[in-house]
């Protein structure tokens, strides 16, 4: 008998426990779709930030849209400017997903932006920010114009030149 009681006390934890990991995923999936896509890059000639953003569970929807500046809001728009490569690539039903922030006035020395998808929950009494691809590293220089940051060069295998690899405190060179 008594035994019979300690397995039926693992057996309600261990579905208790089930229970509340599928809660968990379910608001988290909630709060935070992993349906949102996009791309954001410096535009060096506008001094903008431009890009696009989608969101697969609704292609047709125009997802609002957030930039960020060294972590500071610099403005919010809804990305619903044409973007033909983003319609030929597939992403979308249709061309109207893309975004365009003008940012003139940005002081001298490295700067990051970040532009993030604004998704509304609980009928917009909550709201979370997903990031749409990489952080965009640029300079301004002292005139005022625009720089970017030297990348990596590639071979003609499209392999970087040089391949540093640590797993388990060694280092290896490939």
Not at 60 to 72: A, H, K, N, S
Request: glycine share 8%; with cysteine; net charge positive.
């Amino acid at each position: 008998m008594k035994k019979q009681l300690v397995n039926l006390l693992i057996a309600k934890s261990i579905l208790d426990t089930v229970l509340v990991g599928v809660i968990a995923v379910a608001a988290y999936f909630n709060a935070f779709p992993p349906t949102f896509h996009g791309w954001g890059e410096a535009v060096a000639e506008t001094q903008s930030i431009s890009g696009w953003a989608i969101n697969d569970l609704d292609p047709w929807q125009r997802v609002e849209v957030q930039l960020f500046i060294d972590g500071r809001l610099v403005g919010t728009q809804i990305a619903h400017q044409p973007r033909q490569d983003v319609l030929a690539a597939k992403w979308s039903k249709d061309e109207w997903h893309g975004y365009n922030f003008v940012v003139p006035g940005l002081a001298a020395g490295m700067h990051e932006a970040r532009v993030y998808a604004l998704h509304p929950s609980r009928n917009g009494s909550r709201y979370t920010l997903q990031l749409l691809g990489d952080p965009i590293r640029f300079e301004v220089r002292a005139d005022g114009s625009w720089m970017f940051p030297a990348k990596t060069q590639r071979s003609k295998e499209g392999r970087l030149p040089l391949l540093l690899c640590a797993f388990a405190g060694k280092l290896s060179i490939a």
